[in-house]
T-cell receptor, first 112, second 117 residues
Framework: RKEVEQDPGPFNVPEGATVAFNCTYS??????FFWYRQDCRKEPKLLMS???SGNEDGRFTAQLNRASQYISLLIRDSKLSDSATYLC?????????????FGAGTRLFVKA | DVKVTQSSRYLVKRTGEKVFLECVQD?????MFWYRQDPGLGLRLIYF???????EKGDIPEGYSVSREKKERFSLILESASTNQTSMYLC????????????????FGSGTRLTVV
């Protein structure tokens, strides 16, 4: 089993739709969680950290469920410019936080 | 604007060549990382460094080495390039870990797409 798993998609949604991605992790000692956005042939860029109480940044909401060991990303009112691959990342406490483990990504296509 | 700069965007090398990939960051970050990214496999950690002259193996260090002589520069070396090392190579940097800094993510360079023929 992979340490961090994501549905590769693709998710095809119309503009204005709400879309949610989940990401599961296997190490219960994981400490920090992140969502990154990666455009085609570009580098990943940090979208948001995921806090225990959940957090929101504009149209983006991230949640953490430690009991079920998953994080989620909700995108409201999808824009064409949201089309990208979304990577989740987990930093296990046991490694002292040096080694962030990335999921393989979920592809999102937003259509007009 | 803070930056991680990788020396080459595209590189084509021959099998058996020694290849140097350079990465420079201007954020005074202690931690630096080299990943490779392949379709379906995601990002895999090759090596990382948490201080000058310090290095630690990641998940796939075989065939690679690294050098960190200065805080801002982290070099990845392919000792003898092989076709299975054709990939996108991404350098990243981050603050040292601990406390609230654990919630800071990585800043990536724009990547080097290496083709070994």
């Amino acid at each position: 089993r992979k340490e961090v798993e994501q549905d590769p998609g693709p998710f095809n949604v119309p503009e204005g739709a709400t879309v949610a991605f989940n990401c599961t992790y296997s190490n219960s000692a994981s400490q920090s969680f992140f969502w990154y956005r990666q455009d085609c042939r570009k580098e990943p860029k940090l979208l948001m950290s995921v806090y225990s109480s959940g957090n929101e940044d504009g149209r983006f909401t991230a949640q953490l469920n430690r009991a079920s060991q998953y994080i989620s990303l909700l995108i409201r009112d999808s824009k064409l410019s949201d089309s990208a691959t979304y990577l989740c990342a987990v930093k296990p406490y046991s490694t002292g936080g040096f080694k962030t483990i990335f999921g393989a990504g979920t592809r999102l296509f937003v259509k007009a | 604007d803070v930056k991680v700069t990788q020396s080459s965007r595209y590189l084509v090398k021959r099998t058996g060549e020694k290849v140097f990939l350079e990465c420079v960051q201007d954020m005074d970050h202690e931690n630096m990382f080299w990943y490779r990214q392949d379709p379906g496999l995601g990002l895999r950690l090759i090596y990382f460094s948490y201080d000058v002259k310090m290095k630690e193996k990641g998940d796939i260090p075989e065939g690679y080495s690294v050098s960190r002589e200065k805080k801002e520069r982290f070099s990845l070396i392919l000792e003898s390039a092989s076709t299975n090392q054709t990939s996108m190579y991404l350098c990243a940097s981050s603050l040292p870990f601990g406390g609230q800094k654990n919630n800071y993510g990585y800043t990536f360079g724009s990547g080097t797409r290496l083709t070994v023929v």
